[in-house]
């Protein structure tokens, strides 16, 4: 923001809804002035939100923590699938109501491989270990948990199972 304090800003984030969706409600950034909920909408991985500050004119000012948002990535991405999330400035105002302007801006995501982490929610549950060994043992479909197969090489084996069940008892 440099020097300028921020009023008001509305954005949109966009990303690939086939690998990722937003998780709602997106909250308040870690500045103090933005900390509340901003308005939002949001589908699947699209999401509009605005909000605006009445605390103080005088700031906030240089790097301001606006909102954060959190992406689930959907069950059967393989990981180390790539996506880009877009951030684009509709508006943004400093506290006199003058537009600062605004670029907009994108990051690229990698998604994480967590052996059996079937719904990718950063944790291995045992149902979700039992998936992987349904798989391993012919019981289960092939297709039904990509993060079964954590080396990746198209089967799921015992091999595989036992490293979910390290994620399960160490974390991811
Ligand atoms: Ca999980
Ligand atoms: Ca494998």
Sequence with gaps: ???RALGAYS?????DDTI????????????A????QPTQSIH????????FQGNRLDGPAGTVNMARALLRVKERVEPGTTATVT????????????SLGGHPASLVVTVGSCPSDCDRNGSVTVDELIRGVNTAFGLGDAN?????????????TVDDVIRGVTAALDGC
């Design 1 to 3: 923001m440099g020097d």
């Design 11 to 15: 954005l949109a984030v966009t990303c």
């Design 20 to 31: 990722l969706e937003i998780v709602p409600p997106i909250s308040g950034g870690t500045t």
């Design 33 to 36: 002035e933005f900390s509340g």
């Design 44 to 51: 699947g991985c699209a999401a509009n939100l605005a909000a």
């Design 87 to 98: 951030v684009d400035v509709n508006s943004i105002f400093d506290t006199g109501g003058v």
């Design 144 to 156: 039904d948990c990509a993060a079964s197969d954590a080396d990746g090489n198209g089967s799921v």
